[in-house]
């Protein structure tokens, strides 16, 4: 059966998003665990991004439920996000890469999180490996201190009872936002097009003083690029550069000065470590194309509205950052006790 298509005077209370380019046989299992979902009111909003393997256009038939919207263009997941959330009537918007299967429950965790926490309007999912049973593929994106992101855990083993708790953002892979703080924020920078522009989301977030909440029990299983390959040069290229223009955008007041000598020389070690591998020159492609005059220029002109409106301080994001600066060696777990949630 297909999701229920409730009529409500402002919509159904969820609006999953799913942004596919050649998402091959991964779509269908994904709109297949859809399809078995315990909670029953939501929507779902396919953005197809010019594929030209069938695949979305195959589901659709297969998934009539589904709204199912070309885009006529590879609009990056950033745009084709932002394109759906536009065009949602749910009052939650869910977030899910076509290569992330879903538990049958959930979409039920995610709500049941809603309702434990009112005054949170941003959540993470545990993201399992799909490739690799028993390890985990991220239990929300942490920053270090240097402004490096990553996932937390990722490749660990699932510990047995991990807790509830902030995490710094959320993965654009399966996370829950209100719909209408996201339309707020601006949605995904779309000059990211892909790569750390959850980061930056969550950023902004928590510059305006919202938290990000990890629910363990909403899990699905994530492959992972399955469009773009792993350590690919275009997954490189836009990784660099797009971490590049989060820091700058973001770092508030003194901290921007303390931590840009952090950031530079993590920088100039992942470089290193990228010349070891053979791959280095996307990496640099990616970093020369965010200092770019005009680029740059825009970032900055974005980081002077994003620091004028923002409400927490300097302070309180080091607090829930990754003091290490290379805590993303160890891709070590970064959850932070709850407090007045």
Not at 100 to 105: H, Q
Not at 136 to 161: C, H, K, V
Not at 218 to 242: E, L, P, Q, Y
């Amino acid at each position: 059966m297909p999701p229920e298509t409730m009529e409500h005077k402002s919509g159904p209370a969820v609006t999953v998003v799913i942004v596919s380019y050649q998402s091959g046989p991964t779509l269908a299992e994904c709109l297949s665990r859809l399809e078995a979902q315990t909670f029953r009111d939501f929507e779902t909003i396919l953005i197809d991004n010019a594929s030209s393997d069938g695949a979305p256009q195959a589901a659709a038939k297969a998934y009539p439920w589904v709204d199912f919207v070309e885009a006529g263009a590879n609009l990056g997941f950033a745009a084709g996000n932002n394109l759906a959330a536009r065009r949602a009537r749910g009052r939650w918007l869910v977030l899910l890469n076509p290569d992330a299967y879903p538990e049958p429950d959930w979409l039920e965790q995610l709500m049941a999180g809603v309702a434990r926490h009112p005054a949170v309007k941003s959540f993470a999912s545990l993201q399992l490996s799909a490739d690799r049973p028993g390890l985990l593929d991220g239990a929300g994106d942490n920053l270090t201190s240097a402004g490096i992101p990553f996932r937390g855990g990722y490749g660990r083993r699932e510990p047995a009872d991990l807790p509830e708790g902030e995490v710094f953002s959320a993965c654009g892979a399966a996370m829950l936002i209100d719909r209408q703080l996201f339309l707020d924020v601006g949605g995904f920078d779309e000059r990211y097009f892909c790569y750390c522009e959850d980061v930056d989301l969550g950023y902004r977030l928590r510059l305006m003083g919202q938290p990000t909440l990890l629910l363990p029990k909403a899990k699905v299983a994530h492959v992972g690029s399955a469009s773009t390959g792993v350590r690919s040069d275009f997954a490189i290229f836009h990784g660099s550069r797009n971490r590049v223009w989060t820091f700058l955008k973001n770092t508030p007041g003194w901290l921007f000065p303390v931590t840009l000598p952090l950031h530079v020389a993590v920088t100039a070690g992942l470089l290193l470590l990228h010349w070891r591998r053979g791959d280095v020159a996307p990496a640099i492609r990616g970093i020369k194309a965010a200092l770019r005059r005009d680029d740059l220029d825009a970032v900055m002109a974005d980081r002077r509205a994003i620091q004028a409106r923002r409400k927490a301080s300097p302070g309180a994001i080091l607090r829930v950052m990754s003091i290490d600066p290379a805590a993303f060696i160890g891709r070590r777990l970064v959850i932070r006790k709850a407090r007045g949630l």
